[in-house]
Every structure is written in C-alpha cells, then in structure tokens.
C-alpha cells in the first residue's frame, strides 16, 4: 500500500530525506511544501515508525497531512471552450473583430483553493506593439446575486504578433473567485486595431 505525506513548514530536502526510507524522493511542491509516496510494508524495519517521523517533524515546526496518492497536488487545468463557430486552420474558434464585444461564461471547479493563473487563449490576427482590450466581469455562487462580484480593467495593452498563440491574462477581474463561483467575462475591442479568434479561457489552479 502507497501513503502520500503532505510535508509544510521551514524544511531543506536533505532534512526530510533523512528521515525517510532509502528510495524514497521528496518531491518539491511549492514554497515549503514537498510530499513523498511511501510504501508502507509489512516490516517494520523497512518503514520509519510514524512516531518517530512525526516527532522529529514537530521539533522543526512542521505540520504533516497523510492524502491519497492518487489526490492532485500539483498545478491542475481546466480548459473552457463555448460558442466556437468559426475557424482558424485546424482550430475551432470564435473570431471577434475589432471594435466588437464578446461574452463568455465559465465555472470555477468545486475543489479550487489557490488561483495559478487565468488567461484567455487566441490567435493574434494582425501584429502590432500596441492596442488595448476593455475586460469586465459578474460572478457570483448559485443562490446569488449574479453581479455579487463585479470588476473591470479598462485598456490592456495586447501586443500581439499575426497568427500566434497568446495567453492574455484576465484575473485582473477575477481576484476573489472561490470554488463554484459562476463567472461571466466581458471582451470588448474598441481599442483593437485587428481582430482574436479566440479558442476559450484556461484556468490553472491547486486544490491544496
């Protein structure tokens, strides 16, 4: 059987490998925070005693959370894609000119905790060191005001080469979104000077 430790707290690498069994790697998660995958076998003398481990642990300040292996703990995706009606090459997308407006929807996954980054994916249609997008946004749980959270960026500048891919950053309008938040994305382009084909909003977050 595999157990998963969650180790917090003021660590080095080399002070938690110490204490862990031979062939067993911490893995680096975050700013103090790493987890190993122990097998923990029927000898005993094969698997560090919990208690030494946790008391050992608790002279360093550190706190411990054995989780499910299979759980998560990295970076997690999700891709959102609707209303796609158009076409750039291979990809399915939605084209919006310059100078038009277009709304977008989405939901915040139920085991969000910790925002990564939250961007809008397209393909540039012209090159150009300037130009700017006006992003608003409502969102909100179910049982709530649909504009219980409403925030806007007027002007980002968009610098953008013809037929790339770009990630344009929109979390400027989403700074309080929980988990099973509802959200709804204004993009106007009056400040454009050629058109997005747009091919949806990625999120990146952890659950931890």
């Known amino acids: 059987m595999i157990r998963r430790y969650l180790w917090h707290g003021n660590f080095t690498v080399a002070d938690l490998t110490s204490q862990l069994p031979a062939g067993v790697t911490p893995t680096l998660l975050g700013t103090n925070k790493v987890y190993t995958d122990i097998e923990l076998l ?18 360093l300040g550190w706190s411990l959370e054995a989780v499910d292996p299979t759980t998560p703990l990295g970076p997690i995706e999700a891709f959102y894609t609707t209303d796609l009606i158009d076409e750039k090459g291979d990809f399915k ?4 000119a310059a100078g038009a407006i277009w709304n977008f929807s989405f939901r915040i996954p139920s085991d969000f905790v910790t925002l990564g980054k939250l961007v809008l994916v397209g393909i540039a249609n012209n090159t150009t060191s300037n130009g700017t997008i006006d992003f608003s946004s409502d969102y909100g749980k179910i049982g709530e005001a649909y504009n219980t959270h409403s925030e806007s960026n007027v002007g980002l500048s968009v610098p953008r080469v013809a037929d790339e891919l770009i990630e344009i950053d929109i979390s400027s309008v989403f700074s309080s979104i929980e988990a099973g938040d509802e959200c709804g994305l204004e993009i106007d382009q009056n400040g454009m000077t050629g058109g997005m084909d747009y091919l949806g909003v990625l999120l990146e977050y952890s659950n931890t």
């Open 93 to 96: 997308t939605r084209n919006v």
């Open 42 to 59: 029927p000898d005993p003398v094969s698997t560090p005693a919990q208690e030494d481990l946790d008391e050992y642990l608790a002279t």
